[in-house]
Nanobody, 126 residues
Framework: QVQLVESGGGLVQAGDSLKLSCAASGLTFTGHPMVWFRQAPGKEREFVAAIAVNNWNGDVINYADSVKGRFTIYRDNAKNTVYLQMNSLKPEDTAVYYC????????????????WGQGTQVTVSS
């Protein structure tokens, strides 16, 4: 049984930092792209960042334009955990952040992901 468990959310002020973690079990961690999505109230779930293992050229990493330069995704394969380091947080980053995994290549479409965590709330005050 696949489980993705997020942690690290909280309430911070604009300009602060947070690090989210997603611990995975029940799947071959290095064989699955790991992705962060977020969903703000009244909005659709949106892609944030993704990382996939590439055995020849290092990890493949994608970011949404809205978080480039502020967020960093990385993984610890020994711990089966993917992280999202979020710096220079803005009020518009407020959302529930979800970790997701799928077989195959990275996709930015949430409906293409089979495995999901329960989400962790990030609230950024101005």
């Amino acid at each position: 049984q696949v489980q993705l468990v997020e942690s690290g959310g909280g309430l911070v002020q604009a300009g602060d930092s947070l690090k989210l973690s997603c611990a995975a079990s029940g799947l071959t961690f290095t064989g699955h792209p790991m992705v962060w999505f977020r969903q703000a109230p009244g909005k659709e779930r949106e892609f944030v960042a993704a990382i996939a293992v590439n055995n020849w050229n290092g990890d493949v990493i994608n970011y949404a334009d809205s978080v480039k330069g502020r967020f960093t995704i990385y993984r610890d394969n020994a711990k089966n955990t993917v992280y999202l380091q979020m710096n220079s947080l803005k009020p518009e980053d407020t959302a529930v952040y979800y970790c997701a995994a799928r077989s195959g290549s990275i996709s930015q479409r949430p409906y293409e992901y089979r495995y999901w965590g329960q989400g962790t709330q990030v609230t950024v005050s101005s």
